[in-house]
């Protein structure tokens, strides 16, 4: 059974997790916004999303750029979760997952991380 949670509770879990970030981490974001959404339009199962160009991969011509976005799914996460605890850890777990690839780590790293 899903869990039922507001959207502002959501909201606060994301913000939350960034906060969890070290300190470090959360001043080298750069051109990034973190967003909630319902869903993935494309693949309702999918949790979060990165989408923009890697802080590894920024060069000399990366200037004027618009901002990359990390989108946490509230559904797909809500879905998987049988009590809030669980959520918790599950939005704990995708922010970190979709950040570290805002700072170039790919799946496989994170999978022999610990944060598949």
């Known amino acids: 059974m899903p869990v039922e949670m507001t959207q502002a509770r959501f909201e606060e879990l994301v913000s939350d997790a ?5 300190p470090e981490f959360q001043s080298a974001m750069n051109n990034v916004v973190v967003l ?3 869903h ?3 693949d309702p199962t999918l ?3 990165y ?3 890697a802080l590894t991969e920024r060069d000399s011509n990366y200037g004027g750029a618009l901002p990359d976005h990390i989108w946490i799914y509230r ?3 809500l879905d998987m979760c049988s009590g809030e605890q669980e959520v918790v850890d599950e939005v704990a777990v995708t922010v970190v997952h979709e950040v570290a690839h805002h700072f170039g780590i790919d799946d496989a790293k ?3 991380l610990g944060w598949g």
Do not use: T
């Open 18 to 22: 960034l906060d969890l970030l070290p």
């Open 40 to 42: 993935n339009p494309e």
């Open 110 to 112: 994170l999978h022999e």
């Open 36 to 38: 909630v959404e319902d």
């Open 47 to 49: 949790l979060g999303l």
């Open 51 to 53: 989408e923009g160009i």
């Open 75 to 77: 559904e797909p996460l």
